[in-house]
């Protein structure tokens, strides 16, 4: 059955309907997703209803202040959500696959939303779902409260690299705005989230930029993350966080490709960043994933030498097309 497209105002008005509500949060959670689900989550509580969050086994230390006071119980649940999950097949987060085909309502900000799910609150023009968040939290007339625009602004900063991303727009400032107007604090969590670094994430940024490989006339930078790699610098999941925007920045680089090996597994992630003449969604939903123009990712189970040769190719077809 194809989704049912809903505003704002329809996605409030559903919400006020429903209750028993279990809030999802994506594969290897990053701050959007995890603040749209504690905000929500804190939201809806506010407004009467019983609300949860599943627990993410991948969130870091990071996150986890965000949502540790909101997990689910073990039981049933009425109203499953999900919060900036563009596809449920390739971003449910580990332990959620008992609610794949039972998601009531999807709220998200990528453009390769598959529409899974039987109510889809979706804006691609959003430079985060914690600003589409915002405006649903804000139309439950609910009181923005600390802990909700605290949440929304880790949201929505991380997602814009502290308003530094070409995504960053008017709207991305909005939110900021009226998060601070609200009670976050804006200039200890920028600390937190975007200055402090622990040695462990100097040395992953070293490794980084020591081994950059450019390509294309040097409009493509390729970076490989080994297992040991990570274990050698000490890194943990938090000093990993945003490290795909390392090469991204580098002048003369239209496309950035950062490929991870994952723990555990035979697999590897790849994080693609690029300037605005670039389509990174097109080029990772070639290879089964997506995301945005300028920011989208895929895994694959594959080595990560096999790969780097295939992404090569791939995006020296797309520069030169």
């Known amino acids: 059955m194809p989704t049912e497209?809903?505003?704002?105002?329809?996605?409030?008005?559903?919400?006020?309907?429903?209750d028993n509500f279990l809030i999802l949060t994506h594969l290897r959670p990053d701050g959007d997703t995890i603040g749209c689900a504690a905000a929500l989550c804190v939201a809806l509580r506010d407004i009467g209803k019983t609300a949860h969050i599943l627990r993410n086994a991948e969130v870091t230390p990071l996150f986890e202040p965000l949502v540790e006071d909101y997990y689910a119980p073990d039981g049933e649940y009425g109203t499953i959500v999900t919060v900036d999950?563009?596809?449920?097949?390739?971003?449910?987060?580990?332990?959620?696959?008992?609610?794949?085909?039972?998601?009531?309502?999807s709220i998200d900000h990528h453009p390769s939303n598959t529409g899974y799910a039987k109510r889809t609150l979706v804006d691609g023009s959003r430079a985060a779902c914690g600003e589409i968040v915002l405006d649903v939290i804000t139309a439950l007339n609910t009181a923005l409260i600390p802990e909700i625009v605290t949440a929304i602004y880790v949201a929505v900063s991380t997602d814009t690299g502290c308003f530094s991303y070409n995504n960053t727009n008017a709207g991305s400032f909005r939110?900021?705005?009226?998060?601070?107007?609200?009670?976050?604090?804006?200039?200890?969590?920028?600390?937190?989230?975007?200055?402090?670094?622990?040695?462990?994430?100097?040395?992953?940024?070293?490794?980084?930029?020591?081994?950059?490989e450019f390509a294309h006339d040097g409009r493509a930078a390729f970076v490989v993350i080994t297992n040991a790699d990570?274990?050698?610098?000490?890194?943990?999941?938090?000093?990993?966080?945003?490290?795909?925007?390392?090469?991204?920045g580098i002048k003369g680089v239209v496309v950035a490709a950062t490929i991870r090996e994952l723990d555990g597994t035979e697999s590897c992630k790849v994080s693609l960043r690029s300037k605005p003449e670039f389509d990174s969604n097109a080029l990772a939903q070639r290879f089964?994933?997506?995301?945005?123009?300028?920011?989208?990712?895929?895994t694959r189970r594959v080595a990560a030498v096999q790969l780097r040769d295939e992404l090569y190719a791939a995006i020296g077809e797309a520069l030169d097309a």
């Open 5 to 18: 497209t809903i505003t704002v105002s329809e996605c409030a008005a559903f919400l006020r309907t429903r």
């Open 85 to 105: 999950m563009a596809s449920e097949l390739t971003m449910m987060l580990k332990g959620g696959d008992p609610y794949v085909g039972r998601v009531d309502l």
């Open 175 to 212: 939110a900021a705005a009226i998060c601070a107007e609200h009670g976050a604090d804006v200039a200890e969590l920028n600390r937190r989230l975007f200055r402090e670094k622990t040695r462990g994430r100097l040395a992953i940024e070293g490794h980084v930029l020591s081994t950059i």
């Open 230 to 248: 990570i274990e050698r610098c000490g890194a943990t999941e938090d000093d990993l966080n945003d490290i795909a925007s390392l090469a991204s």
């Open 288 to 298: 089964g994933g997506g995301g945005h123009r300028a920011a989208a990712g895929f």
